[in-house]
Structures are given as C-alpha cells and as structure tokens.
C-alpha cells in the first residue's frame, strides 16, 4: 500500500493546517515531479480581471479576480456569482477563493462552486454571527481541465 493511500481525504472544502499539508506534501514526494527550473505557475496571460454587475460577470481566462458590485448581504445570507467563461467545460475543476475589496465588515466564505458549459457559478456566503457586507468583493478562481 502507498503512503498516499493511508491518508483520509475528506470530500468538499476545508481549511488545512501545517500538519495535513506537510502530510500531503511528504505522501507526494516521489509520485510528482518538477524540473528544478519550475518556479512557478501561469495560467493564461493579458488581463485576468472583471467586474460583476447584479452578480454576473464574463472572463475568457483559466484564472482571474472577479470584483464585485458594492454588496450588502446580510450576516448568513448568500451573494451568487455567475461568470461566464467559455474556457470552462462542466467536468474541469474550478477553484475559487474569497476575499474583502472594499468592505471592511462581513466575513465572506466561499460554500459552492458549480461548473458547467462555458460557465460558473460561485456561492459566497457571509459567515459573520452579526455584520453584513459593506462593499465589494473579490472572488479569484483557477480552471484545471479534467
């Protein structure tokens, strides 16, 4: 049995800590493999960047940062995003993460990310116990193809 297959992945998101990602990282070692040359990674090139307007936006990128409109959504209430991208197919794995633009108060989690043809839809909810949002967004998101 390999060291990869002794490790228990739990399906969905979840915030790993410094022991999950060294375990991770030691169970690869071996089974994928880099050119000493690799210092990082581009996906797509030119301008990866939108706005939403009434939570809708269009980026034909493999990876890119959708801003918001000003939101005001509530504490525990959802904010849907729809991207349009035709690079999307409906079995890729598309990875999206969240984080303030403009809003100082909320605390915006990504909980779904549905891809489909030539689209996207990403679910941001505000897990803060109180506070709503109070301005804008910024959803980033990376395609891998399946």
Do not use: C, W
Not at 22 to 42: D, K, N
């Amino acid at each position: 049995m390999s060291t990869l297959s002794k490790i228990s992945f739990i399906p969905g998101y979840r915030l790993m800590d410094g022991s999950d990602l060294q375990q991770m990282v030691q169970a690869l070692q071996g089974t994928v493999q880099f050119p000493a040359s690799l210092t990082q990674i581009e996906l797509d090139t030119g301008t990866k960047t939108a706005s939403a307007t009434a939570g809708a936006a269009t980026l034909n990128k493999m990876a890119g940062v959708i801003t918001s409109e000003s939101l005001t959504t509530a504490a525990g209430a959802d904010y849907t995003l729809t991207l349009t991208n035709s690079d999307i197919a409906a079995a890729d794995q598309v990875f999206a993460s969240v984080q303030l633009g403009s809003a100082t108060t909320g605390m915006p989690t990504v909980t779904t990310v549905s891809p489909a043809a030539g689209s996207v839809v990403v679910v941001v909810q505000n897990i803060h116990a109180t506070a709503a949002l109070n301005g804008t967004i910024k959803i980033s998101f990376s395609v891998f193809k399946n």
